[in-house]
């Protein structure tokens, strides 16, 4: 019986299934970590690293938008020139 794959396999499955819900259950947060990250990520101060992540952030979302390429900078207009 244990030469049989699909045997095994149906083993396998179960055990590791089993351990998957064994470490979901054991390491699932209570209500007081969830409130304790919710508080400290609604931070008002930004630092420098956030903000330079907001920033790129923001450029990737307006590269996506618009069919300039990000890469090259657009040339700065004159206003001598309008």
Do not use: C, H
Request: positive net charge; aromatic residues 8%.
């Amino acid at each position: 019986m244990l030469s049989n794959p699909y045997f095994k396999s149906v083993l396998w499955l179960l055990g590791f299934g089993g351990m998957g819900y064994g470490l979901m259950l054991l390491t699932e947060p209570n209500a007081e970590k969830i409130e304790r990250i919710k508080a400290s990520g609604s931070n008002a101060k930004q630092s420098a690293e956030d903000q330079r992540k907001a920033l790129f952030m923001k450029r990737l979302q307006e590269a996506a938008t618009t069919s300039a390429p990000v890469y090259r900078p657009q040339p700065p207009v004159d206003k001598k020139d309008s």
